[in-house]
């Protein structure tokens, strides 16, 4: 079964470094996303991509903050400098494949950040 | 904000049994999703249901969802101790949009 994901798994950085975080979506996907959940927190929206540009973005991702599709199959999230509340796990999400599913969001497993 | 809430916060059964899980929202919706969540790992999508659904089943669960009250529920009968986990209502507002995602309810089935 096809499946979101994503690398590393776990990635420590110190505060002000640059992380890149990486997500191969479901092939056949339009739809893009990123999400973050703060230990203990809710799941939190950050952007959605769709056609090559950003269709939404939330309040969290401001100008530290950029995503790209780098070719057919990697969708990117970067952190240009890196902020110690900016620790947690990071999903991927992909969605619009067609058919029954057509809105579903399909998560990858994550990446969790560490900054210290 | 559409945000999900879920109630309870904890729920504890035994093998077996039932277990029902609620969620409200704000504001109207095209669709609400329910996830699985085990303890420290990844989102597992579990059903759908669209705004003119009223009911959806999938296997051991059934979703219901009232457009009038903003609420959901998802049902799972005959619990596993292998259902252990947190449970999250999620809404959008577009079809394509982004999810707002409850606090979710943590369950525990024993065995």
């Known amino acids: 079964e096809p499946e979101v994901t994503q690398t590393p798994s776990h990635q420590v950085t110190q505060m002000g470094q640059e992380v890149i975080l990486r997500c191969v979506p479901i092939?056949?996907?339009?739809?893009f996303y990123w999400y973050r959940q703060i230990l203990g927190q809710k799941v939190e929206f950050l952007v959605s991509?769709?056609?090559?540009?950003?269709?939404?973005k939330s309040e969290i991702f401001d100008d530290q903050f950029s995503v790209e599709r780098p070719d057919g199959s990697n969708f990117t999230l970067k952190i240009r400098s890196t902020k110690l509340e900016d620790s947690a796990m990071y999903f991927c999400?992909?969605?619009?494949?067609?058919?029954?599913?057509?809105?579903?969001?399909?998560f990858g497993p994550g990446t969790r950040l560490t900054v210290t | 904000s559409q945000q999900g809430e879920e109630d309870p916060q904890a729920l504890s059964i035994q093998e077996g049994e039932n277990a029902t899980m609620n969620c409200s929202y704000k504001?109207?919706?095209?669709?609400l999703q329910w996830y699985r969540q085990n303890s420290g790992r990844g989102l597992v999508h579990l059903i759908l249901?669209?705004?003119?659904?009223r009911e959806k089943h999938s296997g051991r669960l059934r979703v219901t969802l009232d457009t009038s009250k903003k609420s959901s529920s998802l049902l799972i009968t005959a619990s596993r101790a292998a259902d252990t986990a947190s449970y999250f209502c999620?809404?959008?507002?577009?079809?394509?949009?982004?999810?707002?995602f409850g606090q979710g309810t943590i369950l525990t089935v024993h065995p």
């Open positions: 092939s056949n996907h339009l739809y």
């Open positions: 999620a809404t959008s507002g577009t079809s394509y949009g982004k999810l707002t």
């Open positions: 999400a992909s969605s619009g494949a067609g058919g029954m599913s057509l809105y579903e969001q399909y």
């Open positions: 991509f769709y056609n090559n540009e950003i269709s939404e």
């Open positions: 504001t109207s919706i095209n669709n």
């Open positions: 249901i669209r705004s003119n659904e």
